[in-house]
């Protein structure tokens, strides 16, 4: 099992980015995903999650409305777009798959003036 994330960076308040999570090694379109996000010194936290079947999404309340979680079976690989970035969103970026306890290595995603 493996999920590698991509897509980091640094981007301005306001800018946009996305990430992407390619995973193996697993059937994909039968798993739920989710992005979680850690900031130095804190816990993980959930940041949004996508169901297997009929695409039913979560997020955190601070994302609302900036941030969309999608999939792509085909492409075994799960995306959280990010928009209307603000310094607070500064953290790293995990992908997670629930049922095989799989996380990826993370993306760093730096928002700063």
């Known amino acids: 099992v493996q999920l590698v994330e991509s897509g980091g960076g640094l981007v301005q308040p306001g800018g946009s980015l996305r990430l992407s999570c390619a995973a193996s090694?697993?059937?994909?379109?039968?798993?739920?995903m989710s992005w979680y996000r850690q900031v130095a010194g804190k816990e993980r936290e959930l940041v949004s999650g996508?169901?297997?079947?009929?695409?039913?999404?979560n997020y955190a309340d601070s994302v609302k409305g900036r941030f969309t979680i999608s999939r792509d079976n085909a492409k075994k690989t799960v995306y959280l777009q990010m928009n209307s970035l603000k310094v607070e969103n500064t953290a790293v970026y995990y992908c997670?798959?629930?049922?095989?306890?799989?996380w990826g290595q993370g993306t760093q995603v730096t928002v700063s003036s």
């Open positions: 997670f798959a629930p049922r095989v306890n799989a």
């Open positions: 090694g697993f059937a994909f379109s039968r798993h739920g």
């Open positions: 996508i169901t297997s079947v009929g695409g039913i999404t």
